[in-house]
């Protein structure tokens, strides 16, 4: 499966985009006005193969969840159960993500990848469609990346395998644009260690405070991912491999999602550093399914703008979140959403009879 996912991602199509660019200079307004919605608007007609584009609408946010044998060396003061503890929030509707997906009208789904202990639901009932939880559960939580391997390379394949399937599903069911989320604690050192491989880094440049930490506990962190490159001395040419030595499940998951979404030429909005790390080993495996990829938000974790300058991708908005969830993203929507409908519904100055310069 990854393999023809791979296969299938291609380059931008050019003729879509100039199209695109033409028919902006031919609205009414000043050229270049909306400034990187422009782009934007450009850059998801080439995607799509048309212009305009379809609206990315209906809107699907996938959250993958998943435990890190790494929370052992005492990277996060949070205890591991929480992220069962979130899903279970989740599947209520109590969490940031299902308040910000009502406003957004969007889809939740919640993928357990890799949680260390089977989740529960949740009291309570979400006001909108209910969060659908999908068990794919590889393994109960990666292993301590700074002693062995996180995951063996079957067990990165088949989460990545299953970020695919999820991008699949929810595009078979309707969705014109993916949303990334996250549940893990502890995720952001993997995150860090991930961004620091394939950026080519130093540890302390892709490292963040996560929840939050003290400074101890943040040069600790910075500390336990120099440990782990340096034990692994994973290859970036090998993203599989990255993925197996210092990746978390959801990572991979993530990974695959954002390959199965460019394989359908449908544009995938990411959060956080979570996902900006994912999104590089995806881009390690096709270059090209950075045509898919629109920043959502810069997230106040470090590693995230390293992260984004190396994929070549503009946040849409700068508002220093650091929740995940699929919360950033989920509030840079309307901007894309905005970027495509220009495109379908701004006259032209020749339509609207307006004299041009």
């Known amino acids: 499966m990854l393999e023809t996912t791979i296969a299938a991602i291609g380059p931008l199509d050019e003729p879509a985009m100039a199209a695109a660019r033409d028919l902006q200079g031919r609205l009414t307004k000043p050229a270049g006005s909306l400034g990187a919605l422009e782009e934007l608007s450009v850059r998801l007609a080439g995607l799509a193969g048309a212009c305009p584009p379809p609206l990315p609408e209906p809107a699907a946010v996938a959250i993958f969840a998943g435990d890190h044998g790494v929370h052992a060396q005492g990277v996060t003061p949070w205890p591991q159960e929480v992220t069962a503890q979130m899903i279970g929030n989740f599947l209520a509707g109590g969490a ?82 993916l949303l990334t989320g996250d549940m893990g604690i502890g995720n952001t050192t993997p995150a860090a260690a991930l961004v620091a491989a394939f950026a080519g880094v130093d540890p302390a440049d892709a490292t963040g405070r996560g929840t939050g930490v003290d400074d101890p506990t943040y040069r600790r962190k910075i500390e336990v991912v120099r440990a782990a490159l340096r034990r692994h001395a994973p290859d970036p040419a090998d993203p599989l491999g990255v993925l197996a ?36 080993a995806a881009a390690a495996f096709a270059p090209h399914a950075t045509g898919a990829m629109v920043a959502g938000h810069r997230s106040a974790e470090p590693g995230a703008t390293v992260a984004l300058h190396r994929l070549g991708l503009t946040p849409l908005i700068d508002l220093g979140l650091r929740l995940g969830e699929g919360t950033g993203a989920l509030l840079a929507l309307p901007v894309v959403t905005g970027a495509v409908r220009v495109l379908h519904e701004v006259a032209t100055f020749d339509s609207a009879g307006v004299a041009e310069k």
């Open 245 to 280: 030595a210092v990746g978390g499940l959801e990572h991979a998951a993530l990974a695959g999602l954002i390959l199965g979404a460019a394989a359908r030429r449908v544009p995938v909005l990411l959060d956080g550093v979570i996902a900006v790390s994912a999104a590089l």
């Open 96 to 177: 940031v993500v299902n308040a910000f997906a009502r406003q957004a009208g969007a889809s939740v789904t919640v993928v357990d990848v890799g949680v260390a202990t089977p989740p529960l639901a949740g009291p309570g009932a979400d006001a909108g469609p209910a969060p659908r939880l999908v068990d794919a559960n590889v393994r109960r939580g990666t292993r301590d990346m700074t002693v062995e391997a996180a995951l063996t390379r079957d067990e990165a394949r088949a989460a990545v395998e299953t970020g695919v399937r999820v991008a699949g599903d929810l595009v078979d069911a309707g969705a014109g644009i």
